[in-house]
């Protein structure tokens, strides 16, 4: 994607000595020449930073770009394309996590010198309707978001959405067919993103067990919203009641809430399915994630801005969702940490959803769920069982 701008200029100067009689040159002689001629001077090439004036700069929700999840995933778009072209580049994190305080974030980064921002997350919709709109020389990259469903989405602003149901349902089908009968999901707020995990999880569970021929009842689900993306010490007591229930394996969904979730299994000697990127390398206890190709997708919008010129036709004002027909979606290919699972069992499951032939719903509320409500699902092969969080 990098390219590089150079300007090159040379000058020949050619320096004149004429030897003048009043009015009239004379002729020039051999022996002694009146005409000089120095050889031509040739300048150092300059080089024009064609980036000079930009900078993108990435505003951060509750977490923080150390999250091992969604702000940090997509912080390393921004940085991974910045250090290839040669872009200033940072970050913010607000004071709180209010449309006040997102507001004020971007505002400082606009006063120093951000001609880019993404904004990571559903609680930026607000603060980029108002922005956008009193900026539209700055471009906003928002991502499980769009400002329309508050205002209206303008030209200089691209929102991508992920199917997060379709990489729950992997994830869910993916923990059956390994053997796992009681699992657990552990979300953070119960934002949309975060209920399509939840929701396309419990739909994976339920085909697995319709396709594995279980009887009724045969898997029993523990489902729980912390309130937050935080890790701390309530939602590790938190998951480690689940393990002790006989909870084998918890989907952490909520950033950080999975450092907790790993640190309750590493005890209980349990497993964990990861969220938004592949989180294997934090923990052995993880066997597979469930990720959005956040990184690459931020990486392709900047490229339309700075690069190929498919910001305008393709990219400002559009907003997209990315499932598994684009790659936008799906689980880690290493399944070293499954025994029955396998590449191919994936590779068919993931072909399904591609052609059609699995649809997952995205309907958020379509079980009811609004994070403390019973939450009902349309068969008997799966329990649900929904727990407050005491935290």
């Known amino acids: 994607m990098k390219k590089l701008f150079m300007v090159f200029m040379a000058a020949f100067l050619f320096v004149g000595v004429v030897a003048c009689g009043g009015n009239t040159t004379a002729a020039p002689t051999t022996a002694d020449p009146a005409v000089t001629t120095e050889a031509p001077t040739t300048l150092e090439p300059t080089t024009v930073d064609p980036y000079a004036d930009e900078k993108i700069v990435l505003i951060t929700d509750k977490g923080d770009i150390t999250d091992k999840s969604f702000n940090q995933g997509a912080f390393e778009g921004v940085k991974n394309y910045a250090t290839e072209m040669g872009i200033e580049y940072g970050y913010l994190k607000p004071a709180d996590a209010t449309d006040a305080d997102y507001i004020a974030a971007i505002e400082q980064a606009i006063a120093d010198g951000a001609t880019v921002i993404v904004t990571p997350g559903f609680l930026f919709e607000t ?32 929102s991508i959405y ?25 979300g953070g707020l119960a934002v949309p993103a975060v209920q399509r995990f939840g929701h396309g999880y419990i739909q994976g569970i339920a085909k697995a067990a319709a396709d594995l021929g279980l009887a009724d009842g045969a898997i029993t689900v523990d489902y729980l919203y912390t309130g937050d993306f935080k890790a701390t010490p309530e939602v590790q007591a938190a998951a480690a009641a689940m393990y002790n229930s006989g909870v084998e394996v918890i989907f952490a969904c909520g950033g950080a809430v999975g450092q907790s979730v790993m640190a309750a299994a590493g005890a209980a000697d349990a497993k964990v399915i990861g969220v938004d990127v592949d989180q294997s390398g934090d ?105 407050v969080f005491e935290g």
């Open 162 to 186: 992920y199917a997060e149901e379709q990489a729950g349902f992997l994830a869910g089908y993916a923990a059956v067919v390994e053997g796992y009968r009681h699992l657990g999901f552990m």
């Open 283 to 387: 923990s052995t206890t993880v066997i597979t994630s469930a990720m959005k190709s956040l990184s690459l997708s931020v990486e392709l919008a900047l490229a339309a801005i700075f690069e190929d010129g498919t910001w305008e036709d393709d990219f400002g004002g559009v907003s997209v969702v990315l499932g598994a027909e684009v790659g936008g979606i799906g689980l880690p290919q290493d399944f070293s940490r499954f025994e029955n699972f396998d590449q191919a069992d994936y590779d068919t499951l993931y072909a399904k959803l591609v052609d059609g032939t699995i649809v997952v719903s995205s309907v958020i509320g379509a079980f009811g769920d609004d994070g403390t409500a019973a939450l009902q699902f349309e068969t008997a092969k799966v329990d649900v069982n929904v727990i």
């Open 127 to 158: 603060a980029v309707n108002a922005m956008q709109t009193a900026n539209p020389d700055v471009k906003f990259i928002i991502l499980d978001a769009n400002p329309a469903n508050v205002g209206t989405l303008e030209e200089n602003t691209h």
